[in-house]
Structures are given as C-alpha cells and as structure tokens.
C-alpha cells in the first residue's frame, strides 16, 4: 500500500485497535471455513492453513499500531517463507553473494526488501548487497548502466516502461518455470499479465505493484442544487451529475466558468489539465483524454503503427484530445497560471486544496484527500475509472466510429523485480536470485505489501477481495470506493498499456515541450501541434532505430 | 662549482653529461611512445580492429601516469637544478590537462556523434548532424534569444546594486545590520528560492504576493500565464539572489576610493549628482567591469530557478540554454546533441566575453 493510503485510514479513525483485534478473529474464521476466494479450495487443509497466514502476516504490526518496522518486515519475511522451502534447501545458497539495485523512497521499496530478504538469506545462506537510488536518481543510472555496459546489480527492481531498453536488449534473465508456480501469475490483474513483463513470449517479470490513472471528482458540485438548477437552465444535456464521458467533462468545465466554488467559497473550476511538462511524466494527462478516442478496442496499438513506427499522436483521436485543451483554454475555463502547473500542481495545490472540480491522477490523490494538512475536500472525493468517449478513431479503416469507448491508462505500468542476465552463467546464481525475487513477489507477502505502507499498489485479484481487508480492521465502504475504481481500471478489457519501448520517456518529454507551445499559443491549431509532436516522435525512432523499434514494439504488443 | 651567473638562486650548478641528456630524452619519448601506444590499441579494440578486449580505458590513464611520472622525473634528468624548479608547476599543469583537456577532446567527439543512451548501436559518429539539427532546432534558437533578454537584466540589477552599496557606503544607521541583511538572499540556494518564491509566495490562490496583487485589484492574478510576465519574474527571483553579489563588490570599490578625491570635488563646488557622475562612477568602472562580467558569466548558467518554476513555459518564453540542454540530456537521453549544444554555447559564450573585454578595453583606454 501507498504510505499516504495507510496514514489516511489511520488519522481518519477508522480504524481502531479493537476494531482490528475483531477483524482479525473474524479472518481466521473466515479463513477456516473458506478457501475459495482466495482459490485454495483444492486443499481444504492446506488453505485453511494458508487463510490463517494471510490473516496472521496481516496482523504484524496491526492496522493503526504505528508504522511497520524492520522487525515487523523480518517477521513478515521469515511467515512467507514457506514457497521458498518448498524449492530452496537450507544453507542451499551458502557463499552465493547478490548484488539488488531498486529505490529508497521514503524509506520504503529496498527497506521493506532488507527486511523481507533477511530470514530468506538466513536461511539460504545467500548474502545481498544492496544500491539504494533516489527516483531522480534513477533513470540516469539505469541508462548509463545499460549504455556503457556496466551492469553492476544481479536482481533490479525496475518500471515496466523500461522493459524495452532492458528485456529488449536481452539484458535480463527469463524466468524459470518453477518461479512462475511459486509467485502464481494468473492471480495478476488483467494487464499485468502477458504481454506486460514478457518479451519475444518469455517471461521476466515478478510484479510487485500496479499502476493506473483513476477520475477524482468533487461529488459537492454534483449534490449542489444551485448548479443543477442552472445547469437545466442552460440547456445542458443530460442530468447534473458525475461525468462520464470527456464530452461531459468539457461541457461541466464550460459550464462551471463564472460559477462559485461551494466548498470554498472562490471561483469554480471544472477539469484541471497540466498544462506544464513534469520530466516525460506530464504527457500521461494528455493520454487519459486520448485513450477514449485512440484506443479502439480491436486494436491493441494505440501510440504507433507497429508495422512502421509511425505516430499516432496525429491522429483524429489525439487531435481531439489536444483540440478539447484548446477549447477550454480558450474559454477561460482553468484557473489563472493554469499554464505553469504541471501533474504536480493540478493534484496537490490545485484539486486537494479545493480548487477544480475533476482530475485524473494515481492513487496517491484518494489517499492523501484526508491525510494530507493541506487538503480540504476530503470528505466530497468521489472516485472512477477513466472517463469514456461518445466515438472512436478506427486506425484500421481511418474513421470515426460514433460509438461509446471507454479505455483506462494504466499509466507506468507498476514496478516489478527483474533477474539481470549476468547470473545466467553460474547455474546456482541464478537460482538464489530467482529465489530471491520470488519471494519478494510472492501471494502472501505482496497482501501484507499491498495492506501495509511499502509504495507499491493492489496489483492481484486476491488483493480485491475486501472481506480481508474488513476483517483486518478497514473501514469497508472507504477501501471498496477507492480500490474499486484501481480494480476496474486493472481489468478493463480495453485498457491502454503504454508501449515498453526504449526511449519511450524520450518520446513523453519531446510531446510535452511541442504541447507546451501549443497551449501557448505558438502553433495555428490542434493538428499543428499534433504533426509538430509526430514529426519529432519520428526522429527519435530514427535515432534509435527504426527497424528496432518496429521489433520491440510488436514484441511488447506480443504481437 | 660554478662561480659565474645567477648565484642568488640556482644552489647548484649541475654538469649535465650527453649520457644524462639522452637518458632524459629516452624517458620522455619512450613513455610517450608506450602512452600512444596504449591509446592506439585501446582506440583499435574499441573500433573491433583486433582481437584484444578491454573492459574500460583505465590503461590509457595509467599511460598517461606513467607518461607524467616521466615527464617529471626527465626534468630533473636533463636540467638538474632548474628541472626541479619546474616541477614545482608541471605536474600541476598535468593534472589540469587531464582534467580540462582530455575531457574536452572527449566532448568534442561526443558533440559530433550521434548518441542517444536508447540507441543499442551505441555512439556513432554523425559528421555535421547535430549541427544541422541544432540550425534548424526553434527551442534552441528559442533559449538563446532569452538569454539575451536574461543578459539585458544585468543592466538594471547593476543600477539597483549600484544603488545599494552607494546607500550601504554611506552613514546610515544599522549600517553591519543592513549590511548583512542584504546579503542573505545570496546565501540561499537558488533551488530553495525557486520554491520559496516562485511556488510559493507567488502561488496564485494563497501566495501572499497573489493576495496584496488581489488586494491592490489585480482580480486573478497570473504571474507565469503571460510569456512576458514569467520571463521578468524570472528575471526577479534570479535579481533578488544575485545583486547582492554585485553590491558587495561594487561596495568593496567605493570603500576603495580615496575620500580624499571625492572631497576635493565637493571643495571645487561639484553637486552631489555630478560628484558621483563625474569623480565616484569613473572611479568605479573597473570594478562595475568586473562585477558585470561575473555576473554575466552567472547568469549564462541560469537554469534552477527555470527548471523549477517554469520548466521553460509558457511556451518556452522563460526557456534558458541550459535548462534546455537539462531537458535533451536527463529526459531525452541525447548525450551526442546536448554536448554539441553546450559546445557551441560555450564558443558563444567565449567570443561574447572576449568581445565585450576588448570594448571595454577600448572604452576605457581609448588610444588616440
């Protein structure tokens, strides 16, 4: 679990020692009485077995006993264990020494590994070194290091963006049969499984995160009957309510121009678009408007043709999506300075502190709604997926199709701890490093991962199931909002899943620049501003290499 | 010993012998040879010319060691006395080669190849490329043309400045404190100033600046929408940290001019106005050089408080060569152009400095 979800479900009070005892009690029971869920029925006793794991690891520390400490991930480490028995023999691993390169972001990720890893290196005798980063920090050292060669790490914990600069250079070790037994990846959400962590069909990823873009909305403008009255009075369509499609999204924002904000009393803003670049990361906002028009749901391509390479960010799809910007733009409908606030700034100053009514955002906007000092629309936050579109660009025939599209960008993909392919030569190397990342991607440790602070997100079904979670002591109603909108987000079938490509923050960060012009105003119109961001798109695929990138490409669509 | 020449310093006077001579002459071109040697093989197995592997080029800088040591050792050799004098310096002047040089040449290889850290065929070598591209690249164009608005700003902040230390040189009261006081802002980091200020005093809802700009009935204020506005915001946050740098050193000027001269004009019946246009400001302008020209070398560099505040918005109006060369380098990875376009920025900068010094020279030493 993000930290700042923990924090928020802590400060709010509703979660209470006693309340947890109780739920914990009421998880052994269920865990004694039921194994179906969690897809353990085949044995009765061993799931019983099992359940009452989920339910002991989920008591360490307790929900609302404090932070997690390394003591509480070294107890969590050595309950999880047991897979690793199952394949690895005590002291199997003695002399072998490992070399784990992943982040230290707010004392979580390689912390929570340390610790995770200890009763698995006591017990196999294996030693690990670890190169803590800074997410800064982190993608310059990864392509030096994948540039000059020098890779100095066994086991990385890594951004499935970077598949293509890594799997499709041949960089890592694919993953043993007997891993895939051990971590069960058909209990991964829909698009972490294949083709996300595969290459060229082989298998190299342990994911241990998830990551999507969900809608915020304020419900208080919904429920306010001042809008509504003098939303039918303008002859808007449709009832005033939460929007579902960006044609609404667009239409509320014009609407709400002029209006005054019920919470806070200062003028009302509708859809809050980063109109700044945020190093590559900022183009993601564009996506969630694009992802309905471009990703048409008979077509797993939606960024390039995977036959050329050529852009599709000039297409009808994207232009409408840059063009709705303009529109609103125009009509003054964002708040003053809206030109210099990046990602950033629309979720944290912008949406929290009670300016704007609607933005799309990770999970860290859900959590911090009452976590966080600054925040004020705590209790008016109402969550979704993505928001549809009333048509869709067909790429294959190269037309409109008016029929509604709804594609959630899962954006960033979630990271996940790959094996390098320096351990390939020593036969016994390589089974402690697979060991090693098995563990940290097991079904056990990832619930207690997903339910504690560890910066890493629900990512399989089990995670979904919220009788756990009411049992170890959440408040339900919060838990099932929230993460259903994540789940939903996971499993739609016509998800957007960006292209693992090398380079494709390259592209992000050029497409920024160009938008960032545009909503300047320099360029004549949206499809200006579109041909300016294909143009430079196909430079850097010549850079980089066409017919490489055509390869990748098609092999990160698994096609 | 020698009875004759320079006998204050020379201690001995060393018999160099013809043996010692080609020893001293064998040690340097015979290192030098091995070190060519060494880069030559190196730069073959880099291009796959022959069968030998090499991991890095660390042998190349332990030839270069073993080519230094030799260097210095053969000065004593050949020279005796006056070669030990030298190397009082030559191994400095080495380690700055190496340090200076070198890297350059690097640079230099780098700016004319084609290198994008997501290319799998590695660097290339691309000719003219990158100087076509950097010819036709707006953004680029684009920062450059800012960086001349940014440098214009000089100007005002040597006025302010100037006016500073005139006040701070005076008899005012709490003259250390003020002195200190005015200082401060230099001393922050002008990443800290990017947040203080930039995102926070100047944060349109709550920002206090954003308040008393509503309160004096600006009713939405904007201090990053307009391409203009940004660009002399950022010019002020930059101001605000940098003046005092000038007024410190304008202060150290004026404390350094004689009182006596100044007197003499205010005996001679020179108002204030031309007191200090006429004695204090031509006094001053050696000093107002120099003060300027750090500051111009200061502002070149200009790039936290952009990347912070504004990434270059909007619309690249606040854009600067370097935060340009940030973005093409961490975000986009392209090690080949962004070194060609730091290349061509520093012969701008190099033949923009040169040329003013020699104006200033003129102007200030006219030869009739």
Not at chain 1, 402 to 428: E, L, R
Not at chain 1, 460 to 471: C, G, K, L, V
């Amino acid at each position: 679990m993000k930290k700042h979800i923990y924090d928020r479900l802590v400060r709010s009070g509703r979660l209470r020692r006693r309340d947890m005892l109780k739920g914990m009690g009421a998880t052994g029971a269920l865990a004694a009485f039921s194994g179906v869920a969690t897809g353990t029925s085949v044995r009765p006793a061993w799931a019983a077995a099992h359940g009452a794991l989920r339910a002991e690891i989920l008591g360490i520390p307790g929900v609302g006993a404090g932070s997690p400490t390394d003591a509480d991930w070294q107890q969590v480490g050595e309950l999880c264990l047991g897979p690793t028995k199952e394949i690895v023999a005590e002291g199997e691993f003695a002399g072998v020494e490992l070399t784990f390169m992943g982040l230290n972001n707010q004392n979580l990720h390689n912390f929570l590994f340390r610790g995770f890893l200890k009763p698995w290196e006591a017990y196999t005798g294996a030693t690990i070194n670890w190169i803590d980063l800074a997410q800064a920090d982190y993608n310059a050292r990864l392509q030096q290091s994948i540039a000059t060669g020098t890779v100095d790490f066994d086991i990385i914990e890594m951004g499935a963006p970077f598949e293509g600069d890594v799997l499709g250079r041949g960089m890592a070790s694919e993953m043993p049969d007997w891993v895939k037994d051990v971590i069960d990846m058909d209990d991964y959400v829909d698009y972490l499984k294949a083709p996300v962590g595969t290459w060229d069909g082989k298998t190299y990823r342990v994911s241990i995160d998830g990551d999507t873009h969900t809608f915020a909305y304020r419900k208080d403008y919904y429920e306010n009957e001042e809008f509504a009255e003098a939303w039918a009075a303008s002859g808007g369509e449709g009832a005033w309510e939460q929007p579902k499609t960006w044609e609404q999204v667009n239409a509320h924002s014009k609407f709400l121009i002029g209006k005054t904000d019920p919470l806070t009393g200062l003028d009302a803003h509708g859809y809050l678009d980063p109109l700044k670049g945020w190093g590559g990361f900022g183009f993601y906002f564009l996506e969630n408007r694009a992802t309905p028009y471009a990703k048409h749901p008979d077509d797993p391509a939606w960024l390039f043709d995977p036959e050329t390479m050529a852009p599709r960010v000039n297409n009808p799809g994207f232009v409408q999506a840059i063009q709705d910007v303009l529109d609103l733009i125009d009509a003054g409908a964002y708040p003053a300075d809206q030109i210099n606030a990046d990602p950033g700034t629309t979720a944290f100053q912008q949406f929290l502190a009670g300016t704007g009514g609607m933005l799309n955002w990770w999970g860290d906007v859900g959590s911090s709604a009452r976590t966080s000092d600054t925040s004020v629309v705590g209790d008016v936050v109402g969550f979704d997926i993505n928001p549809g579109s009333e048509k869709v660009w067909n790429s294959q025939t190269g037309e409109w199709e008016m029929t509604p599209n709804v594609s959630p960008n899962n954006a960033y993909i979630g990271w996940g701890v790959y094996v390098m392919a320096t351990v390939d030569g020593d036969a016994q190397k390589k089974k402690a490093a697979w060991s090693a990342a098995a563990h940290l991607g097991g079904k056990d440790l990832s619930l207690w991962a997903s339910a504690y602070p560890s910066g890493f997100q629900p990512y399989r079904n089990s995670h979904f199931q919220y009788d756990e979670w009411e049992a170890a002591g959440y408040d339900r109603a919060f838990v099932e909002d929230y993460l259903s909108s994540n789940a939903d987000s996971y499993n739609h079938p016509n998800a957007a899943v960006e292209p693992r490509i090398p380079g494709i923050f390259q592209y992000y960060s050029v497409a920024e620049d160009e938008l960032a012009k545009g909503f300047a105003g320099q360029y004549g119109s949206a499809q200006e501003i579109a041909d300016a961001i294909a143009a430079a798109w196909e430079n850097i695929t010549d850079q980089i290499g066409r017919e490489n990138q055509i390869a990748l490409y098609k092999a990160s669509l698994g096609m | 010993m020698s009875t004759q020449g320079d006998l204050l310093h020379v201690v001995t006077s060393d018999a160099i012998s013809p043996e010692r001579r080609r020893l001293g002459k064998t040690l340097i071109w015979g290192s030098f040879g091995v070190m060519v040697a060494v880069f030559v093989v190196l730069g073959l197995s880099e291009a796959g010319r022959i069968g030998m592997e090499f991991a890095t080029w660390r042998p190349a800088l332990y030839a270069y060691l073993f080519w230094a040591t030799c260097l210095c050792i053969a000065q004593v050799v050949l020279y005796g006395e006056q070669g030990k004098r030298s190397l009082f310096i030559l191994p400095a002047t080495l380690f700055v080669v190496a340090m200076v040089v070198f890297p350059l040449i690097f640079a230099l290889g780098i700016a004319f190849s084609n290198w994008n850290l997501s290319s799998p065929d590695g660097r290339q070598f691309n000719g003219l490329d990158n100087v076509r591209q950097m010819w036709g690249d707006p953004f680029y164009w684009n920062a450059l043309k800012n960086m001349v608005y940014y440098t214009l700003a000089i100007l005002v902040e040597y006025a302010i400045a100037f006016g500073l230390a005139l006040i701070l040189a005076s008899q005012i009261k709490a003259r250390k404190f003020f002195r200190v006081a005015f200082l401060m802002p230099l001393m922050l980091s002008p990443v800290a100033v990017s947040w203080m200020v930039g995102k926070s005093m100047l944060e349109i809802r709550f920002g206090p600046i954003s308040r008393l700009a509503r309160w004096l009935g600006w009713d939405r204020p904007s201090f990053f929408g307009d391409p203009e506005i940004a660009r002399a915001m950022i010019m002020m946050m930059d101001a605000w940290t940098f003046i005092p740098f000038m007024m410190i050193m304008l202060l150290a000027g004026l404390q350094a001019i004689p009182k006596e001269v100044q007197e003499a004009a205010r005996v001679d019946g020179a108002s204030g106005w031309r007191g200090f246009w006429e004695v204090t400001f031509p006094l001053m302008l050696p000093v107002s050089i120099t003060a300027i020209l750090i500051r111009i070398i200061f502002k070149l560099k200009l790039a936290d408080v952009v990347i912070n505040v504004t990434s270059g918005g909007p619309g690249g109006a606040t854009d600067t060569v370097t935060s340009f060369i940030f973005r093409e380098y961490r975000d986009r990875s392209n090690v080949g152009y962004g070194t060609l376009l730091a290349i061509v920025y520093l012969l701008l900068i190099v033949i923009a400095i040169t040329v003013f010094m020699k104006l200033v020279d003129r102007w200030m030493n006219p030869r009739y």
